[in-house]
């Protein structure tokens, strides 16, 4: 079956620097989340979408900003890079509209390493 | 607002003896809960999840949780660990009515299965 498709897998930038990473998510699938984990840290929710446009957001920085294209794939773009930033990125699909029992599938990850 | 609490941040078993991993929730209304295993450098894995219908909910690989409204808990068990079960486990809380289904995450519990 499909899954959450991210790219890239790792990606390394300069400080500075910018960086978009890439979620394509499960095939009707009309929501997307995504979150950030630190080093030994839980995940935390940067934004979503639902039907390409924001529906919540969370901790997610002035720097970054995301959206959700026609196809329903996101795009989440990262500009003055700092190391902190450093983390794993998750993005996460589901079906949004009155459906209760619907779960969230999770993408592989990008690894983003800021030096 | 919902919170999840992990009570454990480590535990260590043996191999063949069962698994307690313990998740507190706390929530406004009735919530979907969920645990998520993932280990090291890979993503996040749906265990098992709970929305409303039977509270004993098997997951896959021999875990189980109990939903317990009156405990506001949900923790997870594994009659007999094994080697490969040694991983990061979270446990997350979501609304279950709307369109915005983010995770509020616990903050893991690391389990360790020596041989």
């Known amino acids: 079956a499909a899954g959450v498709i991210q790219s890239p897998r790792h990606l390394i930038k300069e400080k500075r620097e910018t960086a978009t990473l890439k979620c394509y998510p499960i095939?009707?699938?009309?929501?997307v989340y995504w979150y950030q984990q630190g080093p030994g840290q839980d995940p935390q929710f940067l934004i979503s979408?639902?039907?390409?446009?924001?529906?919540d957001k969370g901790s997610i920085p002035d720097r970054f900003s995301a959206q959700q294209f026609s196809d329903y794939h996101s795009e989440l773009n990262m500009s003055s890079l700092e190391l902190g930033d450093s983390a794993l990125y998750f993005c996460a699909s589901s079906l949004g509209a009155g459906r209760w029992n619907t779960e969230a599938f999770f993408g592989q990850g990008t690894r983003l390493t800021v030096v | 607002a919902q919170s999840v609490t992990q009570l454990d941040s480590h535990v260590s078993v043996s191999e063949g003896t069962p698994v307690l991993l313990r998740c507190n929730y706390s929530s406004s209304y009735s919530p979907s809960l969920f645990w998520y295993v993932q280990h090291p450098n890979k993503g996040l894995q749906l265990l098992l999840k709970?929305?409303?219908?039977a509270t004993l909910v098997k997951g896959i690989n021999g875990f189980e949780a109990e939903f317990k409204k009156s405990e506001t808990s949900f923790h997870l068990t594994k009659p007999s660990a094994h080697m490969s079960d040694a991983a990061e486990y979270f446990c997350a809380v979501s609304p279950r009515a709307g369109n915005n289904r983010k995770l509020i995450w616990g903050l893991g519990t690391s389990l360790a299965v020596n041989p």
């Open positions: 709970y929305t409303s219908a």
């Open positions: 979408f639902y039907e390409k446009m924001q529906s």
């Open positions: 095939p009707r699938h009309d929501t």
